[in-house]
C-alpha cells in the first residue's frame, strides 16, 4: 500500500513531449484509472510509475521515497511495483507455480512459505489448485488470472494494470470488471488502471483520470466526470458529449439559465459561470421530442437503428450546422420533418467558451423562435 | 536507508551488466575486428601510398589478373544461374498449384546444406566417365572421355546450383510479403495469369531478386571448395585458389603478397555486400494489405507437364549428383564400374577405421565444431540479451563488427588469422600457428553471425513484457537473462549451435591455409584426397559427412516448429 504523489513530471523523446507538466496524487487504497484516446501519454505514464521509463523533469514519490527523478531513478525490480500487462506476459516455460512463485524466488523465500503464498494468491483469484498446470493448457480468463495472481503474491505496495481486458472478448469482459472491483475491496491495494474504454473505466474506478496530449484533462469520480466535465474533450470524450454554443444569462436557484437555439432553458453549471457566451454539454438522453410542438425548432436530417431505440439526427433551425442525436422508442420521423425539441438537462461548461462559436446572439435566435411559430 | 541501499544495488548491477559488455566487447574485437585490422595493417605498412603501389605491383602480375578477370567472370555466370534458377522456382512454388510444394523447395535448398566441396565432387561422380547415368540404355554414347566439369564450366554450373536457394529464399520471402489482393486486383483490372505475373509480380519483385543475386554473387566470390576442386585441376584459376596456392607453395614468405590479393579480393565482396545493403534498404517491403499470400494459379492442362519438368529438375540438381556421389564411395576403386558385384562397404568402412588423417579429421572436426557452437551460443546469447533488451549501444556495434568475417570471403578471414596468430602471443612466446587453436580461433570468429543473428532476430520477437514482468517480481538482469530469457531462448540456441555445428563440421574456405599435420579437418581431407587422386577414399569421407549434415539439418527443422517466425533462414 503507498500513496503515490507525481510533481511537474515531464518525459520527451527528442522534440515531441509525451507528458508534459503533470502533476497527480493517488491516494492509498484508490482505485484510479486513467483514461484517455491512444497516443495520450497514459500508458507511458503507467510505465514512468513502474519505473521501465526516465523522467525529464519532475518527480514521483511513493510514501514519500523518491522514485524518479532526472537525477534519481530506481530501477523497477527495486520498486516493489506489480505489473499486469496487456499480453499478460506469463513465461510459457514455467508452470502457474513457477509464474506466479517467481517473484518469491527472487526474493529467496524458502519452498514451504513460497507453496503457500501460491496457494493463496491462486485461492484469491479462483484458480485453486492450479499451480502444475502450463501455461499454454489455460484460456484467456484464466491467463489474466495467473497475471493477478503473479502480481498479488508479490504483495506490492502499488499495482499497475495496462489495458489487462484487452484481450478477452466482450462477456469475459464484463465478468473480469466485476472481478477486479471485488479483488481491489478484498485486497486494499492501490491502483492504477489504463484503459481507452470509459465503459471500463467508470465501472472500476474511484477516480478517473482523463489524458490528453501528455496532459491531464480531468481527475474526478466518475459519476462527477460524466454530468460535469470541465473541458470539451473530456465532454466529448466521455459519454459522447454534444457540445452546443449557449448564451449564459445568470445564476437562478442553483441553476443557469441559457439562451439555447433561441429558446430559455435552465442547465446545470457553476454557480459562478460569468453571462456571456459559453458551452453546453448535452447527453443524448437530455434531449426530446416537445410534446404539442413548443420547444426548439428543428428537422430530421438522419437517423439509424440501433435495436432497443432509433437514433435520430435532428439539425436546430437556428443552428443547422449544430446537429444533434436523441434516441426514440416507436417508428422513427421521416428525414425532413419538422418537428420541436425539449432540453431537460445538460451542462455547462466553466470558462470552455470558443468565441467564435459562441452562441448566436438573442436577436437572431429570436428569429429562429419567431421562424417556428411561423 | 533503504533508498541508499537501492541505489547500491543498482549501481552494483550496473557494474555486472558493464563487465559483460566488456568481456565480450573484447571477445568479438579479438576475434573479428583485430585480424582484419592487422591484414590491412600488414598491407599498408608503411603508408597508404606505399601499400596501394604495392598492391599495383602484385595486380601486374599475369597471374593476378587472370585471376581476378576469372573471379568476376565465374560469378557473373553463377549469379545469372542462380537468379533464373532460384527465381523461377520460387515463382513456380508461390505462384501455382503444384503439389508437394514443401518437398521441392527442401530439394532446391539441399545444395546450401551440403559443403561445396563435397557438391563439386558429386557432380564431378555424375558427369564424369565412370557415372553410373552412362550406364542407361544410349548412355554409351554420351560418355564424356575426360571430366568436362573441369575447367570454368564446371565452376560456374556448380557454383550456380550451389547459390540457388538464396535467391530462391530471398524472392519466397518476398513472395510471401506480396499480398494477394495486389494479384487479385490485376485479375479483376482484367488481366490474365501471366499479365497479372509480368505486370504486378515481376516488377514488385525486382529488388528481392537483385538482393538475393547480389547475396549469390558474394558467395561466389569467395567460395573455394568449388573453384579448388573444378578449377584447379581444371586451370581455370580464381583469387581464392590462387591465394591458397601462393600460400601453400611458398609458405609464409607469400605472406606480403597474398595479403594484397586478399584485400583485392575483400574488395569486390565489399563491392556486392554494399550495393546488396543500399538495396535493401531502398527497398525494404512494407505493405499495408493485411490480406495473406496468394494462394496459386490452377495451372490447368498444363499441371502435369510443369510437374514433370520440375521434379526433373529437382531430381537433376539434388538427388541424382548425391546418389552419384554414393555410387563412387562404393566401388572399390577409381575407375571401377558399379554394378551389384563389385559394389562394397570397404571405402565407408576403411576411412573410419583404416585411414588415420580421415580419423583424426573426424575427431578434429567433432571436437572444433562441437567447441565452436557451444562457445558461439554462450557468447550470443547475453551479446543478443544486450543488443535487443538493453538496447546498449555499443552492443549495437559489436553486432555489425561480428558480420565481418561472416560475409567477407573465408580465404581472407585465414590471411588475417594467419597474420595475427603467427607470431607468437604475446606475454606467452607461443605461436598458435600450426595447431589446433587457431582452427578454433577461426571458426570462432567465422561463425559467431551465424549464431548471434538467429538469437537477435528470436530475441527480439520475444514478448518485450516478459522480461519486464520479471523486473517487476524484483529479478536483476543476471537473475532474469538465466530465469526467464534463457530457457524461452532454449529452442533458438538449440537451432543455432545446430547450424554452427553444421557450418563448422566441413569448413574447407578458413581450414584449408590453417591446418597442419595432425590437425586435419574433414573439408582439408576430402580436398586432400581427391587431390592425391584417391577420388574413392574422398567419396567414402563425403558420404559420413553428408550423413551428419542429413541427419543434423533434420534435427534443426524438428526444432523449427518451436521458433519465433524468420529465425532459421530456410524456415518454411
Redesign the interface.
Known sequence: MADVTLRGVRRAVGETVIIDDLTLDIRDGEFLTLLGPSGCGKTTLLRMLAGFESVAAGEIRFDGALMSAPEHHVPPEDRRVGMVFQSYALWPHLDVGGNVGYALRVRGLGPAARTARIAEALETVGLPGFERRRIDSLSGGQRQRVALARCLAMQPRLVLLDEPLANLDAHLREVMVDEFRRFHEASGATMVYVTHDQAEAMALADRVAVMEGGRLEQIAPPRELYRAPESEMVARFVGHGQLVPVEVMGAEDGLLRVWIFGRMARLRGRPDTPPGPALACLRTGDLAFAEGGDGIAAEVVGQRYEGPSTRVRVAPRAAPDCALSLNMAGPPPEIGAPLALSVHDGWVLPGATRPQAAAAPPASATRGGTALRG | M??AA??W??RG?IGAEGWLLAALGLYVLGLCVWPLLRLLATVFADGVPEGISFIGSVWASDAARTATYNTIEASLWATLLSVLLGGAVACALALTDLRFKAVLAFLLILPLLIPPQISALAWLSMIGPQSPLWMLPGGEALQPRGNPLLGRAGVILVMGIEHAPMVFLAMRAALRALPADLIDAARAGGSRPMGAVGGVVVPLMLPALAAGGLLAFVSAIGNFGVPALLGIPGRYPVLSTLIYQRLSGFGPTALAEVSALALILAVIALAGITAQMLLLRRYAVTSDSIAGAHRGFALGRWFWPASAGIWALMLLIAVLPLMALAGAALVPSVGVRLRLETLTFGNLAYVVTGLGSAQRAFTNSLLLAGSAAALTMAVSVPLAWLIVSRRSRLARALNAAADAPYVLPGIVLSIAMILTFLPPLPGLGISLYNTFWILLLAYLARFLALGLRLVVTALAQL?R??E?????????PL?RLR??VL??M?PAVGAGALLVFLGAFSELTVSALLWSRGNETLGVVIFSLYDEGNSTAAAAVSVWVLIVVLVLSFAISLLARRLPRGVLPWQT
Open positions: 533503504a533508498q537501492a541505489t544495488v543498482r548491477r514478448d513484457a516478459a519486464e514482468a520479471a523486473q517487476m517480481a524484483g529479478a536483476g537473475f530465469t526467464v530457457p524461452m532454449a
